[in-house]
């Protein structure tokens, strides 16, 4: 039996979210949350929740079954793992956005902080990984410095198959695979994408390379647990079943149309009170560097998916709240004076982790100086709790809106519930703002104008419209002395 499948096991691993410090009990009717506030909306959140529900039941939510629809995928990104395994010393994804910041996350979550620096026994024979989303030349030819071609797999990712940096990466990748390999380039590409859309499918059946598919209702950044992310995960040795088993197991708890019962509508209703109370910027503080691209792939979550200029209605709303990450203690020395002491504009969402994966003891010393010797004898997993509970209070002592998530341990089962509740609490926000949370006009004008003024055919317009635009000059030449503007702004 498989840990995952003893209900006791999973009730032990139970993330928990702790929000009394966003109610006004505790930091003060001015700053926090009242009963009555969250009374006041409660036919908001019924018919929200209703929303959900049906959306869910019209197929409108289809990132909400990746937990339990997905069998024989598994057991082919199984089969593909292994087969990669044996044979690849490097795997390598190719995407961006939501096809990139999953396989991030949740390999900085699950695997050895220096993973690809260990020697491979000690990494059991898994392949190193990277993934490279942005298009800087420089850090893509650094690539090439420590990966060999013939022993490397790559992954492209693009459920649009459009997006011009995860293409041109492609393009890149396949003509120097091409070049060194001849017709043996395929067994190097995978494609994962959309099953009849876009270009990636076409070129993948033309030339005929193993594919994955992004079931059809699971937009980027919701499709963590499809196979944008499962296959990296199962390549480096992550148990992606126990992932998707604690995904489903937030599943239920977050299926409740009762708000009181269901954290993550509880949690997205008060970040809504939030926002409308002025805390336009939600910080997300890991106590973990396990858990730091945590941050990085919430943060696209909640501003993709909030961030939007008119409502369902076709009203201009300009809807969102500015996620920021930090990372607990370091950032203690970098951004806490601001969150306690500057605007009331933010809630600080702690993750915190119950059990660290090992325990590194202080050791005592100078007992001559009591400053420094009270540290020795305790341990650093004391040491981050206490900063952390340190921290929590320093937050409510000044007032200040926060709330904390707890993973009893990383692992697995706690990544996948706590990736399908922020999904969930997103998508409960974006009903209670009355906006649509899966789409994303804004990233599509950026693409569109990239491909206008790089020459794809159909963007000759955008491309005139681009150019119409007055030229734009340097303000200011930063050159010895400070001289007159030069030129017209735009
Ligand atoms: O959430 C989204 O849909 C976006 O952030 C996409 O993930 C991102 O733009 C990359 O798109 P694609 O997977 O189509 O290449």
């Known amino acids: 039996m498989?840990?995952?499948?003893?209900?006791?096991?999973?009730?032990?691993?139970?993330?928990?979210l702790d929000f009394n410090n966003m109610m006004s009990g505790m930091i003060g009717g001015e700053q926090g949350i009242s009963g009555s506030s969250m009374e006041a909306m409660s036919d908001s959140l019924a018919s929200a929740a209703k929303a959900m529900e049906q959306k869910r039941?019209?197929?409108?939510?289809?990132?909400?079954?990746?937990?339990?629809?997905?069998?024989?995928?598994?057991?082919?990104?199984?089969?593909?793992?292994?087969g990669i395994r044996d044979r690849f010393d490097a795997f390598v994804v190719l995407g961006i956005g939501g096809s990139a910041l999953g396989p991030i996350a949740v390999q900085?979550?699950?695997?050895?902080?220096?993973?690809?620096?260990?020697p491979r026994e000690k990494r059991d024979g898994y392949p190193r990984f990277y993934v490279e989303d942005n298009v800087d030349p420089e850090k893509m030819q650094a690539l090439f410095d420590v990966i060999d071609l013939t022993k490397t797999v790559f992954n492209v990712i693009t459920k649009s198959g459009s997006t011009s940096e995860t293409m041109s990466q492609f393009l890149i990748i396949k003509?120097?695979?091409?070049?060194k390999l001849g017709d043996q380039y395929r067994?190097?590409?995978?494609?994962?994408?959309?099953?009849?859309?876009?270009n990636l499918i076409r070129i993948a059946k033309a030339e005929g390379l193993k594919t994955f598919y992004i079931p059809r209702g699971v937009g980027g950044r919701f499709s963590e647990l499809s196979p944008v992310g499962l296959?990296?995960?199962?390549?480096?040795?992550?148990?992606?079943?126990?992932?998707?088993a604690g995904a489903a197991y937030?599943?239920?708890?977050?299926?409740?149309?009762n708000i009181r019962e269901n954290p993550a509508y509880m949690a997205a209703a008060l970040q809504y009170l939030a926002m409308k109370s002025g805390k336009n910027i939600s910080v997300m503080m890991p106590y973990a560097d396990s858990l730091k691209y945590i941050a990085d792939w919430y943060a696209q979550l909640w501003a993709e998916s909030l961030g939007k200029r008119f409502n369902s209605r076709g009203e201009t709303v300009h809807a969102g709240q500015t996620p920021v990450k930090a990372l607990g203690v370091t950032d203690q020395h970098s951004q806490v004076q601001l969150y306690t002491e500057g605007p009331f504009d933010k809630v600080v969402t702690f993750l915190k982790v119950g059990r660290y994966r090992t325990t590194v003891k202080i050791a005592n010393g100078f007992e001559e100086i009591p400053a420094v010797s009270f540290l020795g004898g305790h341990t650093m997993n004391e040491l981050i709790h206490a900063e952390q509970t340190a921290t929590e209070y320093a937050l409510l002592k000044a007032k200040r809106m926060n709330r904390t998530i707890t993973l009893p341990e990383v692992n697995a089962f706690t990544v996948g519930e706590l990736l399908y509740f922020?999904?969930?609490?997103?998508?409960?926000a974006g009903e209670l703002l009355g906006i649509n949370a899966f789409d994303q006009p804004g990233v599509e004008e950026g693409k569109n104008a990239t491909y206008a003024l790089l020459g794809r055919p159909g963007y000759e317009a955008k491309k005139a419209e681009l150019t119409a635009r007055p030229e734009k000059k340097p303000e200011y030449v930063l050159k010895g002395k400070v001289r007159e503007p030069v030129g017209s702004a735009v």
């Not at 003509?175 to 070049?179: N, R």
């Not at 067994?187 to 876009?198: P, Q, S, V, Y």
């Not at 296959?231 to 998707?244: K, P, Q, Y």
């Open 2 to 16: 498989k840990r995952y499948e003893d209900p006791q096991w999973k009730e032990s691993m139970g993330i928990t």
């Open 57 to 82: 039941a019209e197929g409108r939510m289809d990132w909400r079954d990746l937990p339990y629809n997905q069998k024989e995928t598994v057991e082919d990104i199984k089969r593909t793992a292994s």
């Open 108 to 118: 900085q979550a699950l695997n050895h902080a220096h993973y690809n620096e260990l």
């Open 175 to 179: 003509d120097m695979l091409q070049q």
């Open 187 to 198: 067994e190097h590409l995978i494609a994962t994408t959309d099953r009849e859309n876009g």
């Open 231 to 244: 296959l990296s995960a199962a390549v480096c040795g992550i148990d992606i079943e126990e992932m998707l």
């Open 250 to 257: 937030m599943d239920e708890i977050c299926k409740d149309e």
């Open 422 to 428: 922020l999904e969930v609490e997103t998508a409960f």
